[in-house]
């Protein structure tokens, strides 16, 4: 089969995979404010869908960098095998209703396909990597306090009337879930299409005003159209399960949500804060593809814990955090079965 | 494209202060009712009559007006079943309000001079425990916080009404000079000038609940 087709073959596993994060992660920043009925379904998949393209197109490149050290895919075969189980374990957990972790399911699946070809795993970075698994909720959490308690007082002292409150909220909602969409699509953009950097089928093109398009922005637009797609045909499903699940938000609460979540995937993103802290002698966040589900429901917990504790859905979510440890392992084992099967099934080229 | 872009929730605002207007306006046409039917000012009092039942309608128009955009524009999603049991709760207000004056313009009940002030002070009490929940209403929409002080004073007045409603009731049984269906009569009116400060009452029990919603 001719080259070029069986590459775009290969290429359909990651546009799965922004498929399934499309349909998971997407849900994450407006099924809140879709539960809560403060915003549509139709205008929160459009939304979404445009901003998480701009992103990934935008500002893709950070987190991805941070991936391929983790595993440098060498053969597009192999890269096909790693996304497709990430991908397949994520369609898998999301059947089952959990908001599960792209990040890890990709992790996971890499660590296979090191495994497999006998590639050494870097400890210092899948640490790196493991620790935001950790931080993400921690954070987003302290974040959702923060914003709570600022929002609260605000709100005590405006004195707004509760019909244009909810207006301000809407609106607040809406533009909180598109830099969420940007976060999610700069941070995740890794995931969907990390795996294909160094083995991508596309030529630099150059557009009519003389710009030029790389091939990994090639690939990182074609993620975030997949994305896309994945978000208007199968995220509704899980929108219903974030937010209302864990412990009742109100739409105020909702946004809180939202922006706390959303400024974690930034500052995981973020290659020009980065550049800033680095420059200037700083700590900075590594930059690193994050869970947007841990850092939401890290952020519905804060909430609940603003709010005194109560009324937390604690059974909902030790099913949620059991989903997160199954998901790595189970994309691992996914993987080498698969690479294991592309390499002496289907005799192709899984690493060089 | 107008439609678009227009501010529903604006109108909503508008359509609910209107509303706590026309109430208000109808309990202070009550009171004024009252006084005038109590001090034989006939003419006025018709006009009061007359205009207790155009508030009585307006109300019901801003009810059916506020509820027509807080179900179909779907402005205040988790709070507007609350909203709209408030407010329907509200209505009695300005139905107890004309049922009164009409009651009074139908049946003429005999008001001895010696209990004319005793009516006047309860209808007065019953119009200020209302206000205090109407304002209370208005507060629920903005400072949630200073409800508390408006439902307090609600229960204060509710309860300076049952006293007074008491003892005039006391004194016009202990009348000898009445025959028992004019104390009957004059007692149903009694209870029916205090009418209001027990709605008001009611609608502030479910304020107080409804506070606690109110959160973040």
New interface residues.
């Given amino acids: 089969m001719d080259n070029t087709m069986m590459s775009f073959i290969f290429l359909s596993a990651g546009l799965f995979m922004g498929w399934s994060l499309g349909a998971n992660d997407a849900a994450n920043i407006f099924g809140t404010a879709v539960g ?3 915003v549509k379904f139709t205008t929160a998949a459009i939304i979404a869908s445009v901003f998480i393209s701009l992103g990934a197109f935008i500002s893709g490149s950070g987190a991805s960098h941070t991936l391929g050290s983790l595993g440098a895919i060498n053969a597009i075969g192999g890269s096909f095998a790693v996304s497709a189980s990430a991908a397949f374990t994520v369609m898998l957990m999301t059947g089952k209703g959990l908001p599960v972790s792209t990040s890890q399911a990709i992790v996971g699946a890499i660590i296979g396909w090191n495994i497999f070809s006998g590639n050494p795993t870097d400890a210092s970075v899948l640490t790196k990597i493991a620790s935001t698994w950790v931080f993400t909720p921690i954070l987003a959490a302290m974040f959702a306090i923060v914003f ?1 308690w600022i ?2 007082v605000g ?2 002292k405006m ?6 409150l ?2 301000y909220n809407r609106l607040a909602l809406l533009l909180a879930g598109a830099f969420g969409a940007y976060s999610l699509g700069a941070n995740n953009i890794a995931n969907v299409m990390g795996v294909f950097i160094n083995v991508s089928p596309f030529e630099t093109l150059t557009l009519p005003w003389g710009g030029l398009l790389t091939s990994t922005q090639q690939l990182f637009l074609l993620g975030g159209l997949a994305i896309a797609v994945g978000v208007f045909t199968y995220s509704k499903h899980v929108m219903m399960t974030v937010g209302k699940s864990i412990f009742k938000l ?4 909702a946004f ?1 949500v939202v922006m706390a979540s959303s400024a974690v995937l930034f500052l995981f993103a973020s290659e020009g804060l980065y550049n800033f802290l680095t420059t200037r002698g700083l700590p900075a966040f590594p930059l690193v593809p994050v869970s947007q589900s841990q850092a939401v429901v890290g952020a519905i917990m804060g909430i609940g814990i603003a ?1 005194g504790a109560r009324g937390i859905n604690y059974k909902q979510l030790l099913r949620i955090g059991s989903g997160w440890i199954m998901t790595p392992v189970i994309s691992l084992i996914i993987s080498l079965l698969s690479l294991y099967v592309l390499q002496n099934v289907f005799l192709q080229v899984v690493y060089y | 494209m107008q439609k678009l872009f227009h ?1 529903y ?1 604006k109108d ?2 508008h359509e ?1 202060e209107l509303y706590i207007s026309s109430l208000h306006k109808a309990a202070l046409t009550f009171y004024e009712g009252m006084k005038d039917y109590l001090f034989e000012n006939e003419e006025r009092f018709h006009e009061r009559v007359h205009h207790t039942n155009e508030m009585e309608r307006e109300a019901d128009q801003h009810l059916k007006n506020l509820k027509f955009l807080l179900y179909k524009y ?6 507007s079943a609350d909203i709209l049991e408030l407010m329907d709760a509200l209505d009695d207000v300005a139905d107890v309000s004309k049922a009164v004056m009409l009651d009074l313009e139908l049946e003429k009940p005999e008001i001895l001079e010696a209990y004319r002030q005793d009516f006047k002070e309860i209808a007065k009490r019953s119009l200020r425990c209302t206000e205090a929940l109407l304002t209370g209403v208005r507060v ?6 200073a409800i508390e002080e408006h439902v307090e004073k609600v229960y204060f007045y509710e309860k300076e009404v049952d006293r007074m409603e008491y003892q005039l009731k006391k004194k016009i049984f202990e009348n000898a000079s009445l025959d028992l269906a004019q104390k009957m009569h004059l007692k149903e009116f009694v209870k029916r000038t205090a009418a209001l400060s027990n709605i008001s009452e009611d609608v502030a029990l479910k304020l107080a609940v409804f506070k606690f919603k ?3």
């Fill in positions: 809560t009925r403060m709570f929002i609260k709100i005590e004195d707004v009337h509760l019909v244009k909810y207006k109100s739409p105020i609460s809180i709010k | 501010d929730n909503l605002e609910i779907n402005l205040i999603p988790d709070l629920f929409f903005t400072q949630i916080k109110r959160g973040i």
